[in-house]
Structures are given as structure tokens and as C-alpha cells.
């Protein structure tokens, strides 16, 4: 069974943190996808500022329901914080594209300003990409 959770030590991702446009004094989180074994199948690193959440970069191991379930759990762990917006700064283009297709994005665009909209369509999941 895959189990998404948040991950505190950040050290073996230093390599790919320090390639990231971030912001001085950026505190980042980082939640892991891990398998029966615990081995990691994608992560996603995201900052909170105070109003929204920031997403600097995934790796979904090129799977549209890891994607999809990363990026809904830290929209959710958003929304307990009371926010609606997310941006996300990720460079890869194949990642975004994903990001679109689930509707997490539109129209070109890496925000997303309404997150509870997002998160009731998970309600819809047949009609969601990632399962057909």
C-alpha cells in the first residue's frame, strides 16, 4: 500500500535543493511517496508563505497517480492552514504538463487559486486523467 508522509530530514536532497531558485530564509517541506518497503517512488518540496503554498519541485517517478496524490496532499495540508493559492514553480515541462492534464493548472498558468474547488472534484475521481 503507498503512504504518503511528511519527511523532516532533508539531507539527501541537498544536491537537489541547492539547484532551486529559492527565496533567502525558505522553509521547505518535503513529503515522500513510499511503497510496502519503504522505498521512495516520488517526493514533492513546497514552502507555506502567508497566503499560499509554493511548489518548487516533484518527482513522480513519471506516474500520473503519484503525481496526482502528492500534490493532493500538500494542497490539502494547505488548506489546513487556511490556504487557497498555490503557485507552482517547477521547471520541468513534462512535470507541468502532468500538473494540467489533472487539472491542477489552467490555460498555461502555475497557480492555482482556488484550492477547495480542486479538492472537491477529487469527488469526480472517474473522470480524473490519471485513471483511465
Known amino acids: 500500500?503507498?503512504?504518503?508522509?511528511?519527511?523532516?530530514?532533508?539531507?539527501?536532497?541537498?544536491?537537489?535543493?541547492?539547484?532551486?531558485?529559492?527565496p533567502e530564509f525558505t522553509q521547505l517541506h518535503l513529503t515522500e511517496a513510499l511503497d510496502d518497503d519503504d522505498a521512495v517512488k516520488g517526493w514533492i518540496l513546497y514552502a507555506y508563505q502567508p497566503e499560499q503554498i509554493l511548489i518548487y519541485a516533484l518527482n513522480d517517478g513519471n506516474d500520473w497517480n503519484y503525481?496526482?496524490?502528492?500534490?493532493?496532499?500538500?494542497?490539502?495540508?494547505?488548506?489546513?492552514?487556511?490556504?487557497?493559492?498555490?503557485?507552482?514553480?517547477?521547471?520541468?515541462?513534462?512535470?507541468?504538463?502532468?500538473?494540467?492534464?489533472?487539472g491542477f493548472v489552467k490555460n498555461n498558468q502555475n497557480s492555482l487559486e482556488n484550492i477547495s474547488e480542486v479538492m472537491e472534484s477529487c469527488k469526480k475521481c472517474k473522470e480524473n486523467p490519471a485513471n483511465t
Open 1 to 22: 500500500m503507498l503512504r504518503i508522509l511528511e519527511q523532516k530530514n532533508l539531507d539527501s536532497y541537498q544536491e537537489i535543493i541547492s539547484r532551486l531558485p529559492l
Open 67 to 102: 503525481c496526482d496524490g502528492l500534490v493532493r496532499s500538500v494542497l490539502f495540508k494547505a488548506q489546513l492552514r487556511g490556504l487557497e493559492k498555490a503557485v507552482f514553480e517547477i521547471s520541468q515541462p513534462e512535470i507541468m504538463a502532468r500538473i494540467a492534464k489533472l
